[in-house]
């Protein structure tokens, strides 16, 4: 099911915009996004846009989620934390491209559900946590590479240092309605800044996010 929808995401919104990293684009054709999303909603699964899941919340456009996971540029040995983890749908990707990721969400219906489809999925290396994202995981640092799925006012300091020197934190930056896609390096000497254009998402609510 939706199975050429998904290989018409993949070849038209991602590798006609420049999305080349070969391992990105599998993972986007091998996991289900349509799982990751409301029964009712499931017809819009693959469209080129942001589709709610309740909560207030979204599903990124797929085009995003492949370009923050190529600015990522996640290893086989990383582990990775994804803050805002949502539908679980980033989670399940990573979990492809990395040896051990956790996500962390704050709606306890959003854990819940994005939990049994990684199970549905027998997924095993993966694990979502509750809790305010802002703060990071802390029980499970540090972390080769942090990717951030929802909008913050700033990069917050708990995810600086539960990254590992040299890691890499992608976070939409920005106000409530619009950000700009930043890629940080943790360096000895502080961190790198680079952007790569504006995207929309929603607000990060919690200690170092949004109030």
Do not use: W
């Amino acid at each position: 099911m939706f199975e050429k929808e998904r290989q018409t995401m993949v070849e038209y919104q991602l590798k006609k915009r420049g999305i080349i990293n070969d391992r990105v684009l599998t993972a986007m054709n091998v996991i289900p996004r349509h799982m990751f999303i409301p029964e009712v909603s499931r017809v819009m699964a693959y469209g080129d846009f942001a589709v709610p899941i309740g909560q207030a919340q979204t599903i990124s456009q797929p085009y995003i989620v492949a370009k923050m996971l190529e600015l990522l540029d996640p290893q086989f040995e990383d582990k990775i934390l994804e803050v805002g983890s949502g539908s679980g749908y980033v989670v399940a990707l990573l979990s492809k491209l990395c040896t051990k990721v956790i996500g962390v969400e704050r709606i306890p219906t959003l854990v819940t559900g994005s939990r049994a489809k990684l199970k549905e999925l027998k997924i095993t290396n993966a694990g979502i946590v509750e809790g305010d994202g802002s703060l990071g995981a802390i029980h499970y640092q540090p972390f080769n590479k942090i990717i951030v799925s929802a909008a913050c006012p700033e990069i917050p300091e708990d995810l600086v240092t539960q990254l590992k020197m040299n890691g890499t934190l992608v976070i939409p930056i920005g106000d409530r309605m619009k950000q700009k896609i930043i890629k940080a390096t943790k360096t000895p000497k502080g961190l790198k800044l680079e952007e790569y254009g504006d995207c929309s998402f929603v607000p990060l609510l919690g200690l170092a996010g949004f109030k």
